[in-house]
């Protein structure tokens, strides 16, 4: 396969004994990704982990932080942080994601001890 191939398809569905249903016909034509994959090496930490009441981030221009839970609700967000978010969360395990000016995205983890 090389790029401007293109794969036609389309299926019957049966129910039953019944006569078959045709779906949609469709073609997907082959591309070229123009992804990257460069990986890019952002240095951030966060400290000091675990943490109690707050903790720094060794990042330059920050865009945004998001906390979330290890179930996925999220529990902190702040679009405009300084080098020291500060927060009321209880003890437990988080995910930390660090929107960078340049748009990268940093994941991190955090612990809470109080």
Same mark, same amino acid.
């Given at each position: 396969?090389?790029?401007?191939?293109?794969?036609?398809?389309?299926?019957?569905?049966?129910?039953?004994?019944? !006569?078959?249903?045709?779906?949609?016909?469709?073609?997907?034509?082959?591309?070229?990704?123009?992804?990257? #994959?460069?990986?890019?090496?952002?240095?951030?930490?966060?400290?000091?982990?675990?943490?109690?009441?707050? !903790?720094?981030?060794?990042?330059?221009?920050?865009?945004?932080? +998001?906390?979330?839970?290890?179930?996925?609700?999220?529990?902190?967000?702040?679009?405009?942080?300084?080098? !020291? $978010?500060? !927060?009321?969360?209880? #003890?437990?395990?988080?995910?930390?994601?660090? +929107?960078?000016?340049?748009?990268?995205? %940093?994941?991190?983890?955090?612990? %809470? $001890?109080?």
């Amino acid at each position: 396969m090389i790029k401007g191939d293109t794969i036609p398809n389309k299926a019957d569905i049966y129910f039953d004994f019944n !006569f078959p249903i045709a779906t949609n016909r469709h073609t997907l034509t082959l591309v070229v990704p123009n992804g990257s #994959n460069e990986i890019i090496e952002e240095p951030v930490n966060l400290y000091p982990n675990p943490a109690s009441t707050g !903790f720094y981030i060794s990042a330059a221009k920050i865009s945004s932080i +998001t906390i979330s839970d290890l179930i996925g609700n999220e529990v902190y967000k702040n679009h405009n942080p300084d080098s !020291f $978010v500060s !927060f009321d969360l209880p #003890n437990g395990g988080y995910l930390v994601n660090i +929107t960078l000016s340049n748009g990268l995205m %940093v994941k991190r983890k955090l612990v %809470v $001890v109080r």
